[in-house]
């Protein structure tokens, strides 16, 4: 569906490429031919672009599996896999997930310019979410009926969430974990050690490195919630750096975005049944930060 069915073609006569292209296949607009021209067109191996390219008998021309989500690059987002079912997508720093108001550039939004475009004929749905200046790794169905089966049986079907995240100062144990009760604030979320009605937050934490200034983490989230991550990191005194909402204000870390990144997805999938893990490497920006 988006991959163009890889095809060779014999040469038998002197002829130009456009040409015989076309020739070959009648029922292939002249549009598109050209379209397979400027990518995915090879003439004996090496790929040429060129319309009047002079073809001699005993050549072979070839159309490669050059496929659109291959070219489909956009700064926000990366495609790590696809099937008729659903997408795993890496998103970048600064991009929403979903958003209610349809001018908003989303993860949603991005994806069904992308369906589109490949004539996949559905939409991209919200399965979890990250927020925005959170990047990393995303699951988007390209239906409600797979959403729903995530919805349904999240913890039974993601067996494997990590994060990792640079915090400010060193921590004082090397592995532990934060729980509290959150309940939404005027303008943020507010995090009580007790319960006071509020929605059960739990999160473990493990550290992989420590500098002079900093601890690189990795998190695992046994609940869902609002900036779980961030709140609880606030709350244990070491908050993720350039956090411009729980962390501190006097920020001067020379990094220029939320140093939180979802690295690493682990679930079944909801119809195959087949286990499936995806792993990103840890942004550079963390890794500098951590030589400082």
């Known amino acids: 569906m988006f991959h163009v069915k890889q095809l060779e073609f014999k040469v038998n006569e002197a002829i130009e490429l456009l040409q015989f292209l076309t020739q070959q296949m009648p029922d292939t607009s002249r549009t598109k031919v050209k379209e397979l021209l400027s990518h995915s067109v090879y003439v004996n191996s090496r790929r040429v672009s060129q319309f009047n390219f002079p073809l001699q008998p005993g050549m ?24 008729e079912h659903l997408l795993v997508v890496n998103k970048h720093e600064g991009l929403l997930s979903y958003s209610k108001k349809p001018n908003d550039l989303t993860v949603i939004s991005v994806l069904n310019q992308y369906l589109d475009a490949t004539h996949q004929r559905c939409n991209a749905h919200i399965v979890h979410r990250l927020d925005r200046d959170t990047s990393g790794l995303m699951v988007v169905s390209k239906t409600k009926e797979v959403s729903q089966k995530f919805e349904a049986d999240w913890k039974g079907l993601v067996n494997d969430r990590a994060y990792v995240a640079v915090v400010w100062g060193r921590m004082e144990r090397t592995s532990g974990t934060i729980r509290s009760w959150f309940s939404d604030g005027q303008y943020s979320v507010i995090s009580s050690p007790v319960d006071n009605g509020g929605k059960l937050a739990v999160t473990h934490y493990k550290v992989l490195r420590t500098s002079r200034r900093y601890s690189m983490l990795e998190l695992k989230l046994d609940t869902g919630r609002r900036n779980q991550i961030r709140v609880h990191m606030r709350e244990v005194q070491h908050p993720v750096v350039h956090d411009p909402m729980y962390g ?45």
Do not use: C, Q, W
């Open 248 to 292: 501190y204000k006097d920020d001067v870390s020379p990094i220029n975005r939320l140093a939180l990144h979802a690295y690493r997805l682990g679930f079944t999938h909801p119809v195959t049944g087949k286990r499936l893990k995806f792993e990103t490497p840890i942004p550079p920006s963390f890794v500098k930060l951590m030589e400082i």
């Open 60 to 83: 072979t021309v070839s159309i490669r599996k050059t496929g659109y989500r291959e070219r489909f690059k956009p700064y926000d987002l990366d495609i790590v896999f696809e099937d």
